[in-house]
């Protein structure tokens, strides 16, 4: 069996860890379960060949057999379901790590990606300044309301899980602003998460990607 995702062969952030294929990377790294990489340059996310695998031109994709599956959220759930190592045995505590999944994707992501979308398409903008408080105040709603549920755990919910895959990678989108370590059981958080040795080899991988193609 061969695991192959796909990834940007140059991707915007220069190898940061920030493209959302490094989810699928720390997962698959934190199972054991190697993978090969196929690059996609920015010419041909709309040709026919990624199309088939993702309708909306986008990575990252899975390939697995005669699966193959898009978005980032339900290939980590898949990976998590399919390997051991990143779901709880425990089926109240499986139904929250997806409930916390849900929550990152739908919940805590969508005004950060909102604060990069001011960042770069509004840039210059005369309401730019005006957008970036509006959208830095929703971004602080939901982290007041994230670090009060967190309080002084180590992790989401008990144990290290797919969930917290997600989470860290969506709160890392803050990374470069101040905005994060005003919440320090958040930052200490991600911190934490990015010590894991399988992150480091994801993060690593995802480099090497980037590197390689400079």
């Given amino acids: 069996m061969t695991i192959t995702i796909t990834a940007f062969a ?5 190898g940061a ?23 996609v340059p920015w010419e041909k996310f709309k040709e026919e060949a990624h199309i088939a695998r993702n309708p909306f031109g986008q990575i990252p994709t899975y390939e697995e ?23 709880p045995k425990d089926a109240d505590a499986r139904a929250r790590a997806l ?27 005369s309401w730019q300044g005006e957008r970036y408080a509006m ?15 967190f309080g002084d755990g180590e992790w989401l919910d008990g144990a290290f899980s797919a969930a917290d895959i997600i989470m860290v990678h969506v709160l890392r989108r803050l990374e470069g602003t101040d905005i994060l370590q005003e919440y320090p059981n958040l930052a200490a958080y991600v911190a934490r998460a990015k010590e894991r040795p399988a992150y480091k080899r994801a993060f690593a991988a995802q480099l090497a990607a980037w590197e390689n193609t400079r």
């Fill in 17 to 39: 860890g920030m493209a959302r294929d490094m989810r699928v990377r720390w997962a698959l790294e934190e199972v054991g379960q190697p993978y090969e990489a196929r690059l």
């Fill in 99 to 125: 409930m916390w999944m849900f929550a990152a994707l739908s919940t805590v992501e969508p005004p950060i990606v909102d604060r990069e979308i001011v960042e770069y398409a509004e840039d210059g903008k």
């Fill in 135 to 149: 959208v830095d105040e929703r971004i602080r709603g939901r982290l007041n309301q994230l670090s009060a549920r």
């Fill in 10 to 14: 140059a991707a915007l952030d220069q």
């Fill in 65 to 87: 057999r005669d699966l193959t599956l898009f978005e980032s959220g339900a290939i980590v759930w898949h990976i998590a379901e399919r390997f051991p190592g990143l779901l």
